[in-house]
Structures are given as C-alpha cells and as structure tokens.
C-alpha cells in the first residue's frame, strides 16, 4: 500500500474510533475511551511494522530515559486523561510533589531558549519521570510513544555531551502513525468546539489543576488551555484562538467571491445544507485612507447547529482574504458601524482586531473601530464565485 493510501486508512481507522466514543455523547467517558483506544490500537500497528523490519531495529529499552528531558507538548485532551487518571493513582502527597514539580519546571523553563534548556536539562526532567521511570506510563502522551531510536547509544551520547542537534535515527512508521492519530483527535476536539491546540507539558498540567472540574469545563467549550499569543513569535501563531476555529469552520462551510472595483461581496454556503446560507457580506476598501470597512456582515451563522466562534471565524477569513485583494499593510484600520449591542456582545469579544468604539452615534448606533494585524493566514480557499451571483451595490 502506498504511503497516501495508507494515510487514508489510517485516518479512517482512527476516526472510527473517535465517532463511535464521541459522535453520540462528547463525554469524559467518551473521550477517555476513545483516547485509550485509540493508542492501543497505534501501538498495534507501530509494533506488526516493526516486526517486520530485520535490519533497523529498535533500541528503547524500560529504564531508559533519556528522552524524558526534552519538553514536549501535548493536546489538552491528553493532559485531561493524565489529569484524571493522576486522581485515581496518586496520594495525596504525590500530587502535591508533582504540583511543586510542574511549578519549578515552568519557573526555569518557559520562556527561555533551547540553549538554556539544554543547559539546564538534568534540573528539569519531565515532571512525570520519577526514579528513571515515567510514572504515568498507562496514560503517557502520543508524543512520547511515538519516540524510538535505533541506537540508544546515540541518544546517551547526545544527553551526556549537550548536543541537541545530534541526529538520532529514529522510526518513521512510529512518527507518522503518531501524528495521525494525534490529528485525528485535534480534528475531533475542532468538530466539537474545544480547545485543542498542543501546549508544553507542564503548563498543559497546570491549566488543568488550577481550574476546579476542568475536564467538564472543557467538554463545555471553556478555553481553560488559553493563552495570549505572542505574534512576534512565529511558534506562536499555532497559538491563536483562529487557528482553532478556522479548520472547524471551513470543515463546515465555504466562501466564495466577486469583487467589484474596491468592493468585495462574500457568499456563504453551507456544506451539509449545499446551499448559500449568508445574507450580505460586504468589504470595501478606501484605498485613500488605506481602511477596510465591514460595510455588511450578515453571514446568519447564528441558525446553525453549533455555531460558536463561526461568525468570529467567517469575519476573520473575509478581512485576511480582503487584505490580501487590496494589499493591506499591518496596522490599518478597519471600520464598521453597528448596534451597541452587537458590539458587546460580538465585535468588542474578537481578540484579533482589538475593535472599540471610538464614536457613539444617535439612537443605539455606534461606529467601530480596529486594527488589522497581518497573519500568515491561507486564504486561497476563498475563490471567486460563480458568473450567476449578483453583485450587490456597496
Ligand atoms: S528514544 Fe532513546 S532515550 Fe528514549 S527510550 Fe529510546 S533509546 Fe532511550
Ligand atoms: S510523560 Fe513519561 S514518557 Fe513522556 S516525557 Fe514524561 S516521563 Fe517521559
């Protein structure tokens, strides 16, 4: 089987297992079964392939951890299975150990350089490993099953001299088996609405033992893993709230166009009712001031089944497709006039554009306005509509 075949059998299998765990109940049981499952059945595949290979084989032995000195992220979903299986296996006074652990690791690590933290490695193993074993082995992350070397001679030599560019052969079986089923369960937390972008480790945990009920705040949509991106840093930007919502969306929807001088009129259309569901959707550009204006936003999101954060994730693809139309620079502005109301409860809520009002008009009005920031954000799957659409007057 080739390896775009096999992807797509993979996919399938794992997105078997999630929709039958959480497609009926999103539910801590669902998820806590459809996660177990789902590395049960990784680690079946990862091991038949291995058999099979009479040359590389792999070198990981138990004791062995070396590799549990690096940082490594995991999803928020996975933090929640260790946070809960933590609550059953460990006393009181190790969860309390392991609350000064994670404190101290993200004291001396978050923030600095990989230098420093190679520096720094053997004061800051995992905060799981203990006596040289991980002690959440049951439950340990994707990420880390997926770690293999064909030598652990080399990993030795490469924790002991520093060197964190040594090149450690690893399996490539185990990291694309991995990888999928960590994206099939990204794909899965998108489809329903919650925080799933990876985080280190220790912050992870500590988000979730710094919320009371945090697994059950989570299924409900809280964003209990966020975290103010650092848009000068380009790790970062895997960060943002958008980075979320956007898949989710354009799993659901898509956005066509037609543009007319400096206007531009969007269409929504519904992929599951095919058809277009949005009223008017219009930016303009005054190419003067060099401003965008949301002169109409009615994409009617608001009569979908689960529609949070849709209409945040519409407006934020329409304003970077826009930008790029006209080639707006970082910094301009962007404008649009609106009720009080709708700017409480929608603009005033969308982090990326910092919208305020900056004039109150008559009646309950107000005019907004915001700051466009520029983000490497695709926006090609925006393509022009079909030659039957009407353009409408702006
Ligand atoms: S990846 Fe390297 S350090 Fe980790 S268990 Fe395998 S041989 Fe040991
Ligand atoms: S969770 Fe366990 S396996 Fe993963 S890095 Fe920590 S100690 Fe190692």
Redo the contacts with the bound molecule.
Sequence with gaps: MDMIHAEEALKNLFAQITNAHLKPDFSQEGMKAALLEIMALAANIVESVHDTQTEDRVDCKAGC?Y??Y?Q?KLTPAEALLIFSWIGNEFTDRERALLGERIQNNRLLTEGTSLENRVRIKESS?????QQG?????PV??L??RSWTSYSHKVCKDAFESGNHNAEIETSSSSNFVYYLARETVRKSCRYHGVDSVPLE?PMAMDCCFSHSDPFTRWLEGEHLFDRVPDWQNPDDTDFSFMDIQVPTFLDRFSLSYLRDGSCIEYFLHSKEKEMEISTELILSYDSHSKSLNVSKFYPELNKEPIHKYMSAACLFLMIHHAASVFGIHRDSFIFLETRNRVFEDFYSRLKDFGFLIHHERTGDNCNVRGIYHMLPIETSMIVPAGQTAHMAAC
Excluded: G
């Design positions: 951890s590799c549990c690096n490594i193993p995992c905060v799981f490993l074993k991980c002690s959440i082995y340990r992350p990420i880390c480790l």
